[in-house]
């Protein structure tokens, strides 16, 4: 059964390309018609490609690793904020930091040192600083938290990207390439598919469109999680419990073993303690 459907996109705005004059010709497979200089997309095939791409997340989250979703348009950032969250994902609403990807160990240090700042702050370290001085540190921990509190549990590159608007977001896109990170992307007709590895066509600028696909999208990957949290809890039943039980069993033993021993050395002094007194 399709995560989403034909009715569910066409009331979301989907269909909605852009005008014909600033389209790009590698969308044409995608594109369904054209209708008062604006281009409409096949949602029959966004329906296809959704599915896809959804299956492809179930599985990345299933293998408990990480999607970094990526969206710096006003239209999305609250929706991809609350989506990525609410799974326990990753990800960028703010500028994209160039060589983010590339870079990453530089990223990490500037992650540390918020934390590091957090630390000093709770142990009283800035205690004995000026006003002045605290309030610097504290203006460049928020800005630390705007631009890279949202990836503060990246500790390692993420195995795909979601971008929302993969024109907009070139550079992560471009960075991502680069590393062989998969690409999933909602690509409207004005723009280059070819760098997308998942391509889902869509309106990349309506509210809702976006909503619709960050939800089939966010539901796969928690249902992926789910399946690896359960796939977890089996296995612990399956084997480390008859584990436990023999190491119980060998523990037992060796009491067992140990009490013989103590009970013999027993023995033994009262013998000698005997023929001493004879």
């Keep these: 059964m399709s995560r989403t459907n034909f009715e ?20 044409a497979p995608y594109i369904f018609m054209e209708r008062n200089g604006i281009h409409i997309i096949d949602l029959h095939k966004t329906v296809a490609k959704i599915d896809e791409a959804a299956d492809a997340l179930k599985q990345i989250a299933k293998s408990g690793k990480k999607v970094l979703f990526v969206a710096t348009k006003k239209q999305a950032k609250q929706i991809v904020a609350e989506r990525a969250a609410a799974v326990n994902m990753p990800y960028v609403i703010e500028r994209w930091p160039g060589g983010m990807l590339t870079n990453f160990p530089t990223i990490r240090k500037a992650v540390k040192k918020m934390a590091t700042i957090d630390k000093l702050t709770n142990d009283g370290t800035y205690s004995n600083l000026s006003k002045r001085e605290i309030l610097q ?6 800005k630390l938290e705007k631009n890279l509190g949202s990836i503060a549990d990246l500790t ?46 869509a309106n990349d600028d ?73």
């Design 156 to 201: 390692r590159l993420p195995s795909a990207l979601f971008v929302v608007d993969v024109m907009k977001e070139h550079i992560a896109v471009r960075e991502a390439n680069r590393l062989g990170i998969p690409v999933f992307g909602i690509v409207d007709t004005n723009s280059d598919p070819t760098n997308i590895d998942f391509v889902i066509p």
């Design 137 to 142: 540190i504290s203006r460049q921990r928020a």
């Design 8 to 27: 569910t996109l066409l009331e979301a705005g989907s269909h909605f390309g852009h005008l014909k004059r600033k389209w790009n010709p590698a969308m």
């Design 206 to 278: 309506a509210t809702k469109s976006v909503e619709v696909i960050l939800g089939a999208c966010c539901d796969a990957i928690a249902e992926g999680l789910e399946e690896r949290k359960a796939e977890k809890i089996d296995m612990e039943a399956a084997g480390e419990a008859p584990a436990g039980k023999g190491k119980r069993r060998s523990s037992k033993a060796r009491m067992d073993k140990s009490d013989e021993e103590a009970i013999n050395a027993a023995k033994a002094a009262a013998f000698i303690k005997d023929d001493e007194e004879a």
